[in-house]
């Protein structure tokens, strides 16, 4: 059965460093999203993508954030200058384009910032 | 802004009891999804429903979306210790983007 493969699954980093978390979306879909989850709390979304352009972002994606899909099948999520609060589970999710409620979600990325 | 409030927070049963969860809320959504997450993974989709009034049924999990698309429940026959996890539902606006508001889950504890 496709899924949705993030990488890496943990990525430790020093406040102010980039770090770029990748995802491959199951590979008929064509919207893209990133949730994050800070440990205990709920699943939050950031941002949804598609035909190649953000169409929603939430107030936590600000001007430190980024999204980009570089080809036919990576999804990434960029972090300019990372903080200590942006330490959390951070999810990649695809939905195809006729079913955009059932969004099926990645394994995520452990981001903890140091 | 949108909430799902779900209760109750915690539930901790025996293994062949019933239990039902719900998930409420002031806003009407346009489809609600159940998914279940285990520690440290991300959350998998169990069921999305989209009418007022919609049951579905997986094995013995049935979930009901209400009349008025703002509430939602879980109900599990007979649980067992593998459905131990934490139940999340997450509600779908509509429009083109789709972003699911979610709510802190149920955290489901079945003792064998």
């Known amino acids: 059965e496709p899924e949705v493969t993030q990488t890496p699954s943990h990525q430790v980093t020093q406040m102010g460093q980039e770090v770029i978390l990748r995802c491959v979306p199951i590979s008929n879909h064509l919207y893209f999203y990133w949730y994050r989850q800070i440990l205990g709390q709920k699943v939050e979304f950031l941002v949804s993508?598609?035909?190649?352009?953000?169409?929603?972002k939430s107030e936590i994606f600000d001007d430190q954030f980024s999204v980009e899909r570089p080809d036919g099948s990576n999804f990434t999520l960029k972090i300019r200058s990372t903080k200590l609060e942006d330490s959390a589970m951070y999810f990649c999710?695809?939905?195809?384009?006729?079913?955009?409620?059932?969004?099926?979600f990645g394994p995520g990325t452990r981001l903890t910032v140091t | 802004t949108q909430l799902l409030e779900q209760s109750p927070q915690f539930l901790s049963i025996q293994e062949g009891e019933n239990l039902t969860v719900y998930c409420n809320s002031s806003?009407?959504?346009?489809?609600l999804q159940w998914y279940r997450q285990e520690p440290g993974e991300g959350p998998v989709l169990l069921v999305t429903?989209?009418?007022?009034?919609e049951v579905k049924k997986l094995k013995r999990l049935t979930f009901q979306f209400g009349d008025a698309r703002k509430d939602s429940s879980l109900h599990i026959t007979a649980a067992q210790p593998g459905d131990t996890g934490l139940y999340l539902c997450a509600g779908g606006g509509g429009g083109s983007n789709y972003k699911l508001t979610f709510g802190k889950g149920t955290l489901l504890t079945v003792n064998p």
């Open positions: 993508f598609y035909n190649n352009e953000i169409s929603e």
């Open positions: 429903v989209v009418t007022g009034g």
């Open positions: 806003s009407v959504f346009s489809s």
């Open positions: 999710a695809s939905t195809i384009e006729d079913r955009v409620s059932e969004q099926y």
